[in-house]
T-cell receptor, first 112, second 113 residues
Framework: GQQVMQIPQYQHVQEGEDFTTYCNSSTTLSNIQWYKQRPGGHPVFLIQLVKSGEVKKQKRLTFQFGEAKKNSSLHITATQTTDVGTYFCAGQGPNTGNQFYFGTGTSLTVIP | EAQVTQNPRYLITVTGKKLTVTCSQNMNHEYMSWYRQDPGLGLRQIYYSMNVEVTDKGDVPEGYKVSRKEKRNFPLILESPSPNQTSLYFC????????????FGPGTRLTVL
């Protein structure tokens, strides 16, 4: 079945350092979404990517969808303590109907 | 205020005692889902619904039931809970499944003893 893996599982950074999480799918994805979950909170939608090679930016966050549509990345420039949380990718496979597949998540800790 | 509500937020129960977790959204969304979240496994979709009376299995449907009799409500039913269903559960909704923001409820932490 569809599998979506994320690496790393955990990441500790000093405030001001950059951070990247990678999302890899076992099959081609039709599209991919990214979510952020603060500790003790619920996932909050960040962005959706649809096109091969697409790059979108939200302030210090840069999202990329791979050319083959099997991987994606989220890069945060100059992390802040407000970036703390777990980041998830979620995708739709080409033959999986309306089912969502979430990645395993990357937990980011920012050390002040 | 646009929101997804879940009740209860916390529940401790015993094996075999039927329970229902309610989910309601006030955004007139077509698509609703239930997920469970377990450490190291991310979020896994249990069931989803495209509209009233239309439900489909997700990745981990065993031991769960759902119904969608009204557009705004999507309850999750555990007929005979077991300890391996101890988890954090989230309900979510969106206008359509992959073209719109998916809004999540606050979560229900369930412990089955």
């Amino acid at each position: 079945g569809q599998q979506v893996m994320q690496i790393p599982q955990y990441q500790h950074v000093q405030e001001g350092e950059d951070f990247t999480t990678y999302c890899n799918s076992s099959t081609t994805l039709s599209n991919i979404q990214w979510y952020k979950q603060r500790p003790g909170g619920h996932p909050v939608f960040l962005i959706q990517l649809v096109k091969s090679g697409e790059v979108k930016k939200q302030k210090r966050l840069t999202f990329q969808f791979g050319e083959a549509k099997k991987n994606s990345s989220l890069h945060i420039t100059a992390t802040q303590t407000t970036d703390v949380g777990t980041y998830f990718c979620a995708g739709q496979g080409p033959n999986t109907g309306n089912q969502f597949y979430f990645g395993t998540g990357t937990s980011l800790t920012v050390i002040p | 205020e646009a929101q997804v509500t879940q009740n209860p937020r916390y529940l401790i129960t015993v094996t075999g005692k039927k329970l229902t977790v309610t989910c309601s959204q006030n955004m007139n969304h077509e698509y609703m889902s239930w997920y469970r979240q377990d450490p190291g496994l991310g979020l896994r979709q249990i069931y989803y619904s495209m509209n009233v009376e239309v439900t489909d299995k997700g990745d981990v449907p065993e031991g769960y039931k759902v119904s969608r009799k009204e557009k705004r409500n999507f309850p999750l039913i555990l007929e005979s809970p077991s300890p391996n269903q101890t988890s954090l559960y989230f309900c979510a909704s969106s206008l359509y499944p992959f073209t719109d923001t998916q809004y999540f409820g606050p979560g229900t932490r369930l412990t089955v003893l």
